[in-house]
């Protein structure tokens, strides 16, 4: 045969899954978007079309769905173990599963909490989408939990200058200027499913970890998108001992200050200025930051552009 | 001429403006996309081409950012009216102008905060968007305020039962159901420009009449959603007197509550469900509240689909 | 009663329905977004919550997808009408309906022909969604077609200079620029459900609008995106006799010539140029044209911006 | 030092240029998206902010556009690779460079050709987009090529039973069902950039792959869609020798066979059935072909879920 195949997986992506507990009069909502990726012995499902080791795409959904009312969601990288861990351990031919899962956030709507504090109304909060990524080979576990979406500036104490100048390079220095990006962060957990060991608390873990990097975006005074980036991952992983690598895609969206000159109106930034948020193109920095001497795991290629 | 030229607009679409006002080390940032369309005596551009009277859309865009710098930003609905008039007011050719502006909203990094309460670093919060719609005819203004992207959920409180049955209809009747929405919205204040009436204050106007809606959501038991928009906009209306009128557009996002039988698990909503939120179809249920005697002003087409 | 309920519709929006039809060995495919939108006597519903007039939005999405098999799909049109027809003649209380359809174009994959020019295999063609939207009240029938998502653009052979100035005035005169645009086109029938008179042919009278349409932007030496457009929309109509009104909404998608000075390179459009397709702002251009004593009657709003 | 940095990199995403060629009044258009991601000597960057290694993004921008207008844009392909090697080999602190392309295809307006067949009038074909991807390390290349965005569907021939089964299986067997799919492809050139060997005729290898992409695609009798993959890529390495390695990600876009029943229609595939398009969840089959013996090299995670 001339051609072989290589690396594959299937599944079903995107169940959009909501569970709601009842406690009392007071309702908890968990709003998730489950994809499943499985791998293992499935070379024939490719050469002949035989669908004797697939554990159908749709059966995948079911069992999604199944866990969530079996189960519960408790946060989605516990769901996801539970799902990843059934399929390897469950159906003979899997020999590992990927779950990745989106979770959106609510909150409580004001007006419909009772006297006691009951409740069942929610708005969505719009801001960061958290994510997670369990991978299971039947033996352990890797947890890559992160966020995607969350859109932060500084409307100062950013700079830019003294960077290589080629015959291409126009860009004026600029010393006061706005930091905008949308962050998208990955991060992995050491623990592995180790039973002797206690898995983390993944929704203090999670809340931890955005703390730190929101507060390390706007403690720094950036000389460059890359020293911030720099510091919020360091800054997390300092203060997150159950972290050893994380990695961060971020974009550089430019506010460019407006030429005001021709109109008469100067449009400095020490005054308070006036800017155009720009589209494309735009800056694209992406690093993944280490504890020293932790090994680098989480995949380079976490944006497609 | 076999052919006339009908209704017609020109301007320049989606300019993204973002001031800042620096208040000592304490900057406030205000961010939205602004679109002009201005009409008048335009037949000649489009009968031969003459731009006589046509005022470039680069134009309209400069004196965006410049009245940004020079005006401020309180509002977008001040910030709407003072171009609207300008556009009308200083080009003989145009008589009418329409500004539309979106705004998004940015809140305080915690960490940021200086010990006297200063900070310069914000979060994009990503909830709803608010919008406003400013026209001027050379005479009167007409202001519609709104939102868009406002993402609710009852988890009970919901039933639909007692409709109209026809040989295609197959829906069981439902006692217990999740009510979602995402609510556009679009409101019209009673005041036209007039010097001698005090404008409204846009920005508590803003506020309240998203409380009261969301208030109104979460109090209402539904039987329908077109029961609970209607209590949406009367109860808007009872509490806001600078209103008028008001209209909704709210896609019925369905949550299906999963059949778990084969699997053996029972998953009934009174002991918390899990449910397929759903993407298409959806149901969409559009209607206008007015103040009694009003007239009927807010366009009717607010959605494309 | 302080308020009261104005223009009100509801229906099941956005059902995705594809028809194969099957000659022997060759199949034929449709492949529809279908949105219903239903009004007549409502105010119940919104007033109490009674649903003993609703058609459920559920049932309306049945009857589509049983409409589709029962009577096939011959055009958007067509189908459209059959639908529109059914609701208000068939629901009580139902006295007007919309239906609002997309349609996605195919193209039939070559190698999957058989000797016979047989096939089974199609490939989406991407380029413009074709559109429709029929009303009717139970009477006589309003039919716009329409689409949306064509994207042209000349290389050449477009100007724009001798425009009016203000102090806010900074454009060039451009002797020899692009031109492009993403079409968005709505035209009415002028047959309105008479029985006596034949119904247009739908699909030779979208084919024929779409090539005029596209003649007459490649032919206008164009002074004006406004001349532009109505060269397209006189054009139309003095060709298609079954029209009276198009509408068009078109952006003026900037394509700015790159300042390549400063690395010692001309640019100049004369010599084939480098341009920087931008995103936003946009210019953008709306306007009706009409058959001379024709009564305008497609909608102003048919974008958000 | 308690963190480290990791794998990095940064540049201009996102860059649109648009080059026309003149060939007296015949006009010649590409469309392109380019992205650019430079690695290096970056590390006091992110440690102290120095940017004394960094080449600002601006210029990467710069050179894009300065290079489409020096050297023209033949192909994705010949452009990447004369970007990469101009940033490696110009900038002493960048060692690789990555550029990532997209080209939107334009064709010809019929009516806009003389009679001398010439022409300046476009329309964008909206079919697939091609990629591109090109990396540089300063000794060799690798050149990715591919497609993303092709929809095709098979209305038969397509069928999928004999899968395993468990305690969460309900899907029934299928005989005969629609198979479609949105195709993302990326494919591997042998030549790396070996001055001694001649590239491939990138668009003449480009059409080859995706006419035999469609070919299989059409002609394969389907058990599954894994199966149809692998025939995909099979066929493409067998006739296209200038590659040894080919990746997928194709969605299952399900199309579910509408029961009509309740209504007392049949709605058998045989008789050409309707059918609803879903959008979520859908299956998501992703596997890589490989040329026997050859390395596998492409990046295994295409998509983000």
């Given at each position: 045969m001339p051609t072989i195949l290589g690396q594959n997986q299937y599944g079903k992506a995107e169940n959009r899954v909501v569970k709601i507990t009842r406690d009392g009069d007071t309702h908890h909502i968990k709003d998730l978007n489950v994809s499943v990726a499985l791998s293992g012995d499935l070379d024939e499902v490719h050469y002949?079309?035989?669908?004797?080791?697939v554990l159908p795409t749709d059966t995948t959904k079911n069992t999604v769905f199944a866990f969530a009312k079996a189960h519960g969601i408790e946060s989605p990288e516990q769901f996801g173990i539970a799902l990843a861990r059934h399929f390897v351990d469950s159906a003979e031919p899997i020999s590992t599963a990927r779950i990745r899962v989106e979770e959106y956030a609510w909150e409580r709507i004001a007006a419909s909490l009772g006297e006691d504090g009951t409740g069942h109304s929610f708005v969505r909060t719009g801001q960061e989408t958290r994510t997670a990524q369990i991978s299971y080979d039947g033996d352990s576990l890797q947890v890559l939990s992160g966020l995607k979406g969350l859109t932060v500036l500084n409307s100062t104490d950013s700079e830019f200058w003294g960077y290589l100048k080629d015959q291409y390079t126009t860009l004026k220095e600029d010393y006061d200027r706005i930091l905008a990006t949308d962050v998208t962060a990955v991060w992995r957990h050491t623990w592995t499913g180790d039973a002797q060991a206690a898995a983390p608390d993944w929704r203090q873990s999670y809340e931890g970890t955005k703390a730190h990097m929101l507060r390390a975006f706007a403690e720094t005074y950036s000389l460059s998108l890359q020293q911030t980036l720099y510091q919020m991952g360091s800054r997390v992983l300092e203060n997150r001992p159950e972290l050893e690598e994380i990695r961060f895609s971020m974009p550089n969206k430019h506010h460019f200050r407006v030429d005001l000159t021709p109109f008469g109106i100067k449009n400095d930034a020490v005054d308070g200025a006036v800017y155009i948020a720009a589209d494309r193109p735009y800056g694209l920095i992406e690093a993944t930051v280490l504890r020293d001497g932790a090994e680098a795991l989480i995949p380079v290629d976490t944006t497609n552009l």
């Open positions: 002949s079309g035989s669908n004797a080791h």
